[in-house]
């Protein structure tokens, strides 16, 4: 684990299997040096566990960073749960995960992520009180955290469009959306709202289906619509997207979307700034759902609150891409570093 690739000075990883029920999860706590380790739960069908290990190291040292710029009192922490067609999610399932959080005794709190929903975490809280993103605990709507992300990126690339293009508004011009989960379709109302012109992709046909006559958009294909001509692109599925092999075909000058994890890698974020893409860090823009169940689980928010919350998103993306600017530096390095700062400081 040591001398894993993705391992980054991560306080705990921990791995628990319950035989009766299939369930085969890792919690890794990145850093708990503001708080609990807080991060959503990942049900997903992994290649190995060598690519679960990955997944949960790097997405929650994005949590760390995440909760450390959106200014929370709240470390970082992911689970990933493997899943496949011989160990599907069931309730019993959901169950022993919720036990296994349980006994870690508030070290780190789960929520809903991709392959999960508020009606998962609600099983899974019955065995644990460490859950946020609940009804029960939602100061507006159900709980469900997508639409507070899905606006905090919108915010963010009005923030891009206004910085790079020079323009107020996003009517008339392209987003490409590669994605439309619970995040990606919510993103997709607020930028047709907003007059911008929509190419779409989903691996779900029908969702796609019905995302284009919503939204009068254009259908494209997952592993295409990322490098077509677009204004802006928004990747709102899962992560590892822009490498040395891809970055080269991007046909645009904005990357701001919803995805974890959409560099390949660190050096990956220098190979966007040298092609002249400007590039909102994800853990950045993509922090509206934390606030949210983050402010919820804490207790004292209100629905305004948060939403003023995340109408700081914008702020600190405009101040990150102004540094880039003046220092010819990629902004997904000046964003670590302003992260790893905020974590020092609060040790």
Request: hydrophobic letters at 45%.
């Amino acid at each position: 684990m040591f001398d894993h690739p993705s391992f980054d000075q991560h306080e705990r990883v921990l791995f628990a299997h319950d035989a009766a029920t299939g369930l085969r999860a890792i919690v890794a706590v990145h850093s708990s040096a503001r708080g609990p380790a807080a991060g959503g739960c990942r049900f997903w069908h992994y290649n190995s566990s060598h690519d679960a290990i990955a997944d949960a190291l790097r997405l929650s040292r994005g949590m760390s960073y995440k909760n450390a710029m959106a200014g929370l009192p709240l470390g970082g922490g992911k689970a990933v749960v493997m899943v496949d067609a011989e160990r599907p999610k069931t309730p019993a399932m959901l169950e022993a995960f919720g036990r296994f959080v349980e006994s870690l005794q508030g070290q780190y709190i789960t929520a809903e992520d991709v392959g999960a929903s508020v009606a998962d975490m609600e099983i899974v809280a019955g065995q644990t009180r460490y859950v946020s993103g609940l009804p029960r605990t939602a100061v507006s709507s159900d709980g469900n955290p997508s639409p507070k992300t899905a606006l905090g990126v919108y915010l963010g690339i009005k923030a891009a469009v206004k910085f790079r293009l020079k323009k107020d508004e996003l009517r008339d011009l392209t987003v490409a959306v590669q994605g439309l989960g619970g995040v990606g379709y919510e993103l997709c109302k607020l930028l047709a709202a907003d007059g911008a012109k929509l190419r779409i992709a989903d691996v779900r046909e029908a969702v796609t289906q019905k995302a284009a006559a919503q939204f009068d958009a254009v259908v494209s294909s997952p592993d295409r619509v990322l490098f077509e001509r677009a204004d802006v692109i928004a990747p709102c599925a899962l992560g590892a997207l822009f490498d040395a092999n891809t970055i080269p075909k991007l046909q645009t000058p904005i990357v701001a979307g919803a995805a974890n994890n959409q560099l390949a890698t660190a050096q990956d974020g220098a190979r966007l700034h040298a092609a002249g893409v400007l590039y909102a860090p994800d853990y950045v823009i993509n922090a509206g759902g934390i606030i949210s169940v983050g402010r919820e689980y804490l207790g004292g928010a209100t629905a305004e609150s948060i939403v003023a919350e995340i109408h700081r998103i914008p702020v600190r993306l405009t101040e990150i891409f102004a540094r880039s600017s003046a220092t010819n530096r990629p902004t997904s390095e000046l964003a670590d570093e302003m992260a790893r700062q905020l974590l020092a400081e609060a040790r």
